[in-house]
């Protein structure tokens, strides 16, 4: 504690402390090191760090996948502190929603493919609990993972579209030992499931290699077949897309930012992931 007194004194230091930029993290918790990977990111480039963990109803349009979705606050407090964070706003849904959010956002064609065709509303949803979010926290940076590939593309077009002040950072995947991506949704699977998704990454790995002589229906025809042998797992889609437009090409030459992006069931888990086949832009 200090005692000040003279203005300039107490200006300063008020001043030094509205200059403090602020880093956020948006999860929905049940949080793993994917997550950490976001969270030390953000310690590392701000002076505070908030991370915020809400299980966001607005975006499930499956009401079972958001009952059953894990809720572990005790433990992610536990594992945030031990890295450092400052604050984490862990709100009550009537905190965020005093009111019905009745907003609808327009992401052009951004979101009428994979996941946002998939799971109609989604990423309406995803864009009212983010903007919300971003309004509260006020954050300098915003860290989402890349393992979200769609919703990162859409969260900077929501922060285009809105003129938000603030800077979206991208950030890689995090895998498990075995190349499966880190997810929240992999508790839910038994030990036999959790072995068998490894093979969606083998795939999309080993799809690399197999692109340089393929043409693109082959190269889809190649991951989508090689998951569905194994007796778990279930694409629901597999698009090779351009990765600023999202929207599906056909040709490797049409574009020089190419990612794949996968969504399948192994059990009664959805699981997303993706790879990026090109990137020289
Ligand atoms: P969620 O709690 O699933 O909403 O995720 C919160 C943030 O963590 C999102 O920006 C995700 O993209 C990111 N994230 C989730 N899993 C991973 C991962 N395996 N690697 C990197 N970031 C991730």
Same mark, same amino acid.
């Given at each position: 504690m200090v005692v000040v007194s003279t203005i300039v004194d107490l200006q300063s230091r008020l001043d030094s402390i509205k200059k403090l930029s602020i880093g956020f993290v948006p999860t929905m918790g049940a949080l793993h090191q994917g997550h950490i990977s976001l969270v030390k990111k953000s310690i590392e480039e701000n002076d505070i760090?908030?991370?915020s963990i809400f299980v966001n109803p607005t975006q499930f349009n499956d009401k079972n996948d958001f009952q059953k979705y894990p809720r572990t606050l005790e433990q992610d407090a536990s594992l945030l502190e031990k890295v450092g964070v400052d604050i984490i706003f862990a709100p009550t849904e009537k905190e965020i929603y005093p009111e019905p959010d009745t907003r609808k956002f327009d992401f052009g064609m951004l979101d009428k493919v994979m996941e946002g065709k998939f799971r109609p509303g989604h990423f309406n949803g995803v864009a009212q609990?983010?903007?919300?979010?971003?309004? $509260?926290? /006020?954050p300098n940076k915003a860290y989402f993972g890349e393992k979200d590939f769609q919703q990162l593309a859409i969260?900077?077009?929501? +922060?285009?579209?809105?003129?938000l002040p603030l800077e979206i950072v991208g950030m890689p995947i995090m895998r498990e030992q075995s190349g499966l991506a880190m997810s929240s949704r992999n508790e839910r699977l038994t030990a036999e499931e959790r072995a068998e998704a490894?093979? $969606?990454? /083998?795939?999309?790995?080993?799809?690399?290699?197999?692109?340089?002589?393929h043409n693109i229906e082959e190269t889809?025809?190649? +991951?989508?077949?090689?998951?569905?042998?194994?007796?778990?797992?279930?694409v629901e889609y597999f698009d090779i897309v351009d990765g600023?437009?999202?929207?599906p090409i056909t040709d490797w030459n049409s574009t020089d930012y190419i990612v794949g992006c996968i969504a399948v069931f192994?059990?009664?888990v959805r699981l997303i992931d993706n790879?990026?086949?090109?990137?020289?832009?």
């Open positions: 760090t908030v991370v609990v983010v903007s919300k979010l971003f309004d $509260i926290v /006020k969260i900077r077009t929501m +922060v285009k579209q809105l003129n490894a093979i $969606i990454y /083998k795939q999309l790995s080993e799809s690399l290699k197999y692109s340089s002589d889809i025809k190649y +991951v989508t077949e090689g998951i569905n042998d194994a007796k778990h797992l279930e600023n437009t999202l929207q192994c059990g009664n790879i990026t086949y090109k990137r020289t832009n």
